[in-house]
């Protein structure tokens, strides 16, 4: 265990940002690009031994992409490394018998001149437990930023409908963030048609339910450029 546990801590001088992400493609869904010109996937085989599994897949910039766009590759390989959760599991000698398996990957759900949208999803299973967490992550390429509520992108965007489409769904989210005039931090994500929407983890950067609601429920479009 101390040599898996040294490996792992050496290898990552960066696990400062807490996330692990897997994206599968949901019923209904368009199956993302898996890489294109610009881009690409990377894989990093964490860790494989002692039945302990993890396993990184996250999107890289190309030499071919423009160098601001390059610039994000280090926020994007950060964003799979290993969170103080994941340390506190490998010193946990009952991991050893269980077994712990961590897969996480990140995908493009659309991408234009202005606009890069990625849903990462993690996925964590040890003995009988498995949890799942989703963290969208929305590029501004020429602001050289993100995006962390949909206001940024869709002016006149009417948070008070996503309230009125969750009340139907489910009761675990913070009505108070989905007031107009308010501006807390609501994770989402979208496709070329939807909108998505992880209630119950409004004023955070990940999610652990998941909504996609159509644009033409919300009034919204995006743009062709």
């Given at each position: 265990?101390?040599?898996i546990?040294?490996?792992?801590s050496?290898?990552?001088?960066y696990?400062?940002?807490?996330?692990?992400?897997?994206?599968?493609?949901?019923?209904?869904c368009?199956e993302?690009?898996?890489?294109?010109?610009?881009w690409?996937?990377?894989?990093?085989?964490?860790?494989?031994?002692?039945?302990?599994?993890?396993?990184?897949?996250y999107?890289?910039?190309?030499?071919?992409?423009d160098?601001?766009?390059?610039?994000?590759?280090?926020?994007?390989?950060?964003?799979?490394?290993?969170?103080?959760?994941?340390?506190?599991?490998?010193?946990d000698?009952?991991?050893?018998?269980?077994?712990?398996?961590?897969?996480?990957?990140?995908?493009?759900?659309?991408?234009?001149?202005?606009?890069?949208?990625?849903?990462?999803?993690?996925?964590?299973?040890?003995?009988?437990?498995?949890?799942?967490?989703?963290?969208?992550l929305?590029?501004?390429?020429?602001?050289?930023?993100?995006?962390?509520?949909?206001?940024?992108?869709?002016?006149?965007?009417?948070?008070?409908?996503?309230?009125?489409?969750?009340?139907?769904?489910?009761?675990?989210?913070?009505?108070?963030?989905?007031?107009?005039?308010?501006h807390?931090?609501?994770?989402f994500?979208?496709?070329?048609?939807?909108?998505?929407?992880?209630?119950?983890?409004?004023?955070?950067?990940?999610g652990?339910?998941?909504?996609?609601?159509?644009?033409?429920?919300?009034?919204?479009?995006?743009?062709?450029?």
């Amino acid at each position: 265990m101390s040599m898996i546990f040294r490996t792992f801590s050496q290898s990552f001088e960066y696990a400062q940002v807490p996330a692990f992400f897997l994206y599968a493609c949901f019923p209904g869904c368009k199956e993302p690009e898996k890489e294109n010109k610009t881009w690409h996937m990377v894989e990093d085989v964490l860790i494989d031994s002692q039945n302990v599994r993890v396993v990184s897949r996250y999107i890289q910039f190309s030499e071919s992409a423009d160098s601001s766009l390059r610039a994000w590759n280090k926020t994007l390989r950060q964003r799979t490394e290993p969170t103080r959760e994941l340390q506190t599991d490998l010193l946990d000698p009952a991991i050893y018998e269980k077994g712990l398996l961590i897969e996480s990957e990140g995908q493009v759900l659309f991408e234009n001149d202005s606009l890069m949208a990625l849903e990462y999803r993690l996925i964590r299973k040890s003995g009988n437990n498995e949890s799942i967490s989703f963290y969208p992550l929305i590029i501004l390429k020429k602001e050289g930023t993100i995006a962390i509520t949909p206001e940024q992108l869709w002016p006149d965007f009417d948070r008070r409908k996503l309230r009125g489409i969750y009340k139907q769904k489910t009761d675990a989210f913070n009505e108070t963030a989905y007031e107009l005039g308010v501006h807390t931090i609501l994770p989402f994500c979208f496709s070329q048609d939807s909108l998505i929407v992880y209630p119950g983890t409004e004023g955070e950067f990940f999610g652990r339910n998941r909504i996609s609601v159509p644009f033409a429920d919300l009034g919204i479009s995006l743009s062709a450029e």
